[in-house]
């Protein structure tokens, strides 16, 4: 069984910052494409940023140049930092992650985080 724990979100005025992590633990062998998403109430999750393991990212045109996604493989973990923070950044964050879980099945498993809600006031 694999958890992916976020932590990190709160509310904050428009213009603050904040940093998001995810951490990976449970049956892990290896922790390959891992992205964070959200969902604001009434419209459809979308992604935000991702970054594969050689630290390739990606990153919704509404959150460039004020989101950075990195991670740490050595700590299975994910993170994010928003800065300049916009009250349509609203919305609970999710991390997920693809896993290898034994190094002699070489599946990769979709898992995600219980969420995290980021409120940006006006």
């Known amino acids: 069984q694999v958890q992916l724990v976020e932590s990190g979100g709160g509310s904050v005025q428009a213009g603050g910052s904040l940093r998001l992590s995810c951490a990976a633990s449970g049956t892990v062998f290896s922790v390959e494409h891992m992205g964070w998403y959200r969902q604001a109430p009434g419209k459809q999750r979308e992604l935000v940023a991702s970054?594969?393991?050689?630290?390739?990212?990606d990153y919704a045109d509404s959150v460039k140049g004020r989101f950075t996604i990195s991670r740490d493989n050595a700590k299975n973990t994910l993170y994010l930092q928003m800065n300049s923070l916009k009250p349509e950044d609203t919305a609970v964050y999710y991390c997920?992650?693809?896993?290898?879980?034994?190094?002699?099945?070489?599946?990769?498993?979709?898992?995600w985080g219980q969420g995290t809600q980021v409120t940006v006031s006006s």
């Open positions: 997920n992650a693809e896993v290898q879980i034994h190094y002699r099945d070489f599946r990769l498993y979709h898992y």
């Open positions: 970054v594969d393991t050689g630290g390739s990212t």
